[in-house]
């Protein structure tokens, strides 16, 4: 999984409660990226940053928020959790943000809000 | 806005035979063009990537595509397939200049039958 470990790997949570996903990665690579994979609609991006302390928004970031004070850490909150937020979340890497650069990702949380 | 279709949600084929994976994208300008497979409970692991230049592209595992410009496709192949194989497939696309996210397919199931 090029060096990217999550955590936790499961949760379950009950709703308006505040949860905080951790990426962290060994290789130093500027770009990361949260996603979420729901059946039917593959993987959408919530979040990406280009570096410390620069985010910004995907496409489904309503109700996320993230921070990234060092390199390697990249974290993703639901400040108030919803069962809509249940969902399979997956952090990535790639080496620079455009072009043909793949991403790598990591093993995934699997989140269940109650 | 840029888009991803795979119109198949499980293909099924034999060991041995030969499978394809469909995808079709829309994006503006020049695309680059991505593959992915994911197995149970993991991330997704990179295949292969279409950039520029020759229209068939090989990857890891035996899998090659086949980049259409007229036909907006980028079918995923393999001239012989393994139980091995059995996984789900994302086909993604971006576009070119600057930032652009990458827009994933919602996957193809592929089951190779012993």
């Known amino acids: 999984d090029a060096g990217i470990t999550q955590s936790p790997r499961h949760k379950v949570t009950e709703t308006g409660t505040p949860v905080t996903l951790r990426c962290h990665q060994t290789?130093?690579?500027?770009?990361m990226y949260w996603y979420r994979q729901d059946p039917g609609h593959g993987l959408r991006l919530i979040h990406y940053?280009?570096?410390?302390?620069?985010?910004d928004k995907g496409e489904v970031s309503d109700g996320y928020s993230v921070s990234r004070s060092k390199t390697e850490d990249f974290l993703l909150t639901l400040e108030s959790a919803t069962s809509s937020q249940t969902s399979v979340y997956f952090c990535a890497i790639s080496v620079q943000a455009g072009g043909g650069n793949e991403q790598f990702f990591g093993p995934g949380t699997r989140l269940t809000v109650l | 806005a840029q888009s991803v279709a795979q119109p198949e949600d499980q293909v099924n084929v034999a060991e041995g035979n030969p499978l394809t994976v469909k995808c079709t994208y829309s994006?503006?300008?020049?695309?680059?063009l991505f593959w992915y497979v994911q197995y149970p409970n993991r991330g997704l692991q990179f295949l292969l990537k279409?950039?520029?230049?020759?229209?068939l592209v090989k990857g890891s595992y035996g899998f090659e595509a086949e980049f259409n410009k007229s036909q907006t496709s980028f079918h995923l192949k393999k001239p012989s397939a393994l139980v091995s194989d059995s996984a789900l497939y994302f086909c993604a696309v971006r576009g070119l200049g600057g930032y652009q996210k990458v827009t994933f397919g919602t996957g193809t199931k592929l089951q190779v039958i012993p």
């Open positions: 994006v503006s300008g020049n695309p680059y």
């Open positions: 279409y950039i520029t230049g020759d229209n």
């Open positions: 940053s280009y570096g410390v302390k620069d985010t």
């Open positions: 290789e130093n690579h500027r770009y």
